[in-house]
Each structure stands twice: as C-alpha cells, then as structure tokens.
C-alpha cells in the first residue's frame, strides 16, 4: 500500500523545538516534491512548506519563515519539518502531502495544486 506516514508531533511549549517526519511507504519519496500542511480546528487548511524533489529548493509560508526549515533525506526516504520557536498559533495537525508536478508548477501554485497522497496527520500542540 503506498502511504505517506507523519511523526514526530506532540506537545511542545513556545519558544521550543520539534521535528516532524514524513516517510514514504511503498513508494520512493525522492520522485516527489513533498509540501508540508497544517489545520488548525475551525481553520481552513494552510499551506507550511514545500521542497523540491533533490531538496535545494523550497518555499515557505510567511507565518512560519526564519522559525521553521524543510528538508529531506531521500536515502531515508523522509521529509523533515524543523520547527524552532514554535508559538500557540502553531497548533495544529500536521500533514505532509507529494506530487510528481514540477517545481514551476509548485512556485504558482503549491497550496491549492491537487497531490498524488497525503498522510493521515500528526498533531502538534504548542502550549505552557
């Protein structure tokens, strides 16, 4: 079954640091330009980060540029989310999706493009 699998969530307090994983299942991820998206409950979905298939290029929200940084190690198989200073408003549950588009499709329209598969989400509280 091919399947993308989020980690790594849970409860940090502000100004702390969490790292979120998202691993292919079945599938090689390094086919894939992978985006990072969180909803918060009675939010619409929002678009976090995007990174291109060999990994030096990538795209932020502005919400969270300069805190968190997105990256992969494709001999892992996994995208990774860094997620430094974290603030209350960055609650939400995680989730990372892949598409085989190419990076200047991603540039236009990353947030609302339609992905090839999505993972089932990990949850990350940010709270004292």
């Known amino acids: 079954q091919l399947q993308l699998v989020e980690s790594g969530g849970g409860l940090v307090q502000p100004g702390g640091s969490l790292r979120l994983s998202c691993a292919g299942s079945?599938?090689?991820?390094?086919?894939?330009?992978i985006s990072w998206f969180r909803q918060a409950p009675g939010k619409e979905r929002e678009g976090v980060s995007c990174i291109n298939r060999g990994g030096d290029r990538n795209m932020y929200a502005d919400s969270v540029k300069g805190r968190f940084t997105i990256s992969r190690d494709n001999t892992k198989n996994t995208v990774y989310l860094q997620m430094n200073s974290p603030k209350p408003d960055d609650t939400a549950v995680y989730y990372c999706?892949?598409?085989?588009?190419?990076?200047?499709?991603?540039?236009?329209?990353?947030?609302?493009?339609?992905?090839?598969?999505w993972g089932q989400g990990t949850q990350v509280t940010v709270s004292s």
């Open positions: 999706a892949a598409t085989r588009r190419s990076w200047l499709n991603l540039v236009f329209a990353w947030r609302s493009l339609e992905y090839d598969y």
């Open positions: 079945g599938f090689t991820l390094d086919d894939y330009a």
